[in-house]
T-cell receptor, first 111, second 115 residues
Framework: DQQVKQNSPSLSVQEGRISILNCDYT??????FLWYKKYPAEGPTFLIS?????DKNEDGRFTVFLNKSAKHLSLHIVPSQPGDSAVYFC??????????FGAGTRLTVKP | DAGVIQSPRHEVTEMGQEVTLRCKPI?????LFWYRQTMMRGLELLIY????????DSGMPEDRFSAKMPNASFSTLKIQPSEPRDSAVYFC?????????????FGAGTRLSVL
């Protein structure tokens, strides 16, 4: 049962443009959401997070938006850079300590 | 800070053999997680420990899989006997429970190939 879904396995954008990665979840108990970035042959690394009490969190070029009513969150990267090319995982957790991940979206930023 | 250390990085074995994956969490972290990454299902949580105690092992595929955490600095994931469908990348992650809520730090993973 996939509680966190990333329906786009891949995304390609031009350098300098906006990248938008989407994520949907089904468990209404989730109250904390994260995005991880993964390069080949490395483990995922934490990128940005958002609590359910907020609807937006910004960190430099990265912004995460949360729409609780739609159970949807998105990651915006502006402007996109070739170094952003990686697999991005959406993750969610509730009051417990475990976390559920989506299947990932492979972002390719073309120079 | 050495981060989460996993060994081996690559493991190739034959069907039916026992496989043991190892993980050393970040010092001071009291939660440890084992994940499996496949193309079809992405990152699946297999099991996690708090203070060396297994909390949720509902993600462990079947009885062939077992995990232990004998102390705060070491954990193993064992597959016995291994099967070709177990081929995947296995990640270990650790975190400090209740601090910087639920940010997990991952190791580089073990790529397992069962022939």
């Amino acid at each position: 049962d996939q509680q966190v879904k990333q329906n786009s396995p891949s995304l390609s954008v031009q350098e300098g443009r906006i990248s938008i990665l989407n994520c949907d979840y089904t468990n209404s108990m989730f109250d904390y959401f994260l995005w991880y970035k993964k390069y080949p042959a490395e483990g995922p690394t934490f990128l940005i997070s958002i609590s359910s009490i907020k609807d937006k969190n910004e960190d430099g070029r990265f912004t995460v938006f949360l729409n609780k009513s739609a159970k949807h969150l998105s990651l915006h990267i502006v402007p996109s850079q070739p170094g952003d090319s990686a697999v991005y995982f959406c993750a969610a957790s509730d009051e417990g300590n475990d976390m559920r991940f989506g299947a990932g979206t492979r972002l390719t930023v073309k120079p | 800070d050495a981060g989460v250390i996993q060994s081996p990085r690559h493991e190739v074995t034959e069907m039916g053999q026992e496989v043991t994956l190892r993980c050393k969490p970040i010092s001071g972290h009291n939660s440890l997680f084992w994940y499996r990454q496949t193309m079809m299902r992405g990152l699946e949580l297999l099991i996690y420990f708090n203070n060396n105690v297994p909390i949720d092992d509902s993600g462990m595929p079947e009885d062939r899989f077992s995990a232990k955490m004998p102390n705060a600095s070491f954990s193993t994931l064992k597959i016995q006997p291994s099967e070709p469908r177990d081929s995947a990348v296995y990640f270990c992650a650790s975190s400090v429970q209740q601090l910087a809520k639920n940010i997990q730090y991952f190791g580089a993973g073990t790529r397992l190939s069962v022939l």
